[in-house]
């Protein structure tokens, strides 16, 4: 069963002078196993929007299922992993062993029932064992990243929800995450992401939804975006947004720099045979 949000609502600062309207009118659907990006600029709802799929907001008008469950259920938090943008603030245990362990401790597995989950999570996001006693705090950004997912998989979600989890990190960092979610996608978990980090995590998403003032200005597919002529674009459909209007018939529907460089080389073959014919 999916994640339905219907026409939820949600204000900060409620009945206050302060009150701000961060999403209003959202109607959402997330299927299993799904790997959907949200995208939008600083302030458009949508760290506000994942904090709702697991109950810690509540819609101020609307209704959220996830398979069926309320969202603030103890239940329904089992289902869905979550990495907030700041990991470190994530992380509180001595050691990265009581870190990934703290989800299914708390939940009730027995020692020997979290210890395997432990090595199950760790393996997903390709921690080292020698790593489980170290100090959380005294890894590097990549690290720390690969222990909150390591914790928020844990517990066998069915959901995982990341805001920005590449950002900040060196370019080896952000690989290793890339690869780490295309292993867990491949398990049958579905990813929901906030990036607006397009570049290498754009081929990954199979979905897209666009917000805008707290509003869904687009949902759908990868190519149906690049059509639509939204905005951000990940760099090399940028390029080829760049060409195009410098007057080279390029396709823009392009995902990666290997599909670039086959549609340069295509157009320039057929260039090629045009000139040679003139
Ligand atoms: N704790 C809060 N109290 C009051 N207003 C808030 C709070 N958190 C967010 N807002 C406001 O709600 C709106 C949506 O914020 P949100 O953080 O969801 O946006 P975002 O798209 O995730 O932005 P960013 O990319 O900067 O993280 C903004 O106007 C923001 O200022």
Do not use: W
Request: proline content about 5%; glycine content about 8%; aromatic content about 6%.
């Amino acid at each position: 069963m999916p994640i339905i949000l219907e026409n939820v609502s949600f204000s900060y600062s409620r009945k206050t002078p302060l009150e701000t309207l961060a999403l209003r009118d959202i109607n959402l659907r997330i299927e299993k196993g799904e790997f959907v990006g949200i995208l939008g600029e600083k302030g458009a709802g949508k760290s506000t929007l994942t904090k709702l799929f697991n109950g810690i907001l509540k819609p101020e008008t609307g209704t959220i299922r996830v398979d069926g469950l309320d969202p603030s259920l103890r239940e329904t938090k089992r289902r869905i992993g979550m990495v907030f943008q700041q990991t470190a603030d994530q992380l509180f245990c001595k050691t990265v062993y009581e870190e990934i362990a703290f989800g299914p401790l708390n939940f009730g597995y027995s020692k020997k029932e979290t210890e395997e989950m432990v090595y199950e999570a760790i393996e997903a996001v390709a921690l080292d064992q020698s790593e489980l006693s170290r100090d959380p705090f005294s890894l590097s950004g990549g690290e720390m990243q690969r222990v909150a997912l390591a914790s928020a998989l844990a517990l066998r979600p069915d959901y995982l929800v990341l805001d920005e989890p590449i950002t900040g990190l060196d370019p080896a960092g952000k690989k290793d995450i890339l690869e780490t979610l295309k292993r867990v996608k491949e398990k049958g978990t579905a990813i929901i992401t906030v990036t607006h980090n397009l570049k290498g995590f754009f081929p990954l998403l199979e979905r897209i939804v666009l917000i805008r003032e707290g509003r869904i200005i687009f949902q759908g597919s990868r190519e149906s975006y690049l059509e639509k002529g939204f905005e951000p674009l990940p760099p090399i459909a940028s390029m080829m947004k760049e060409l195009r209007a410098r007057g080279l018939p390029v396709d823009t529907a392009v995902f990666t720099v290997e599909e670039a460089l086959k549609e340069v080389l295509r157009l320039k073959s057929t260039h090629g045979t045009e000139n040679n014919g003139n």
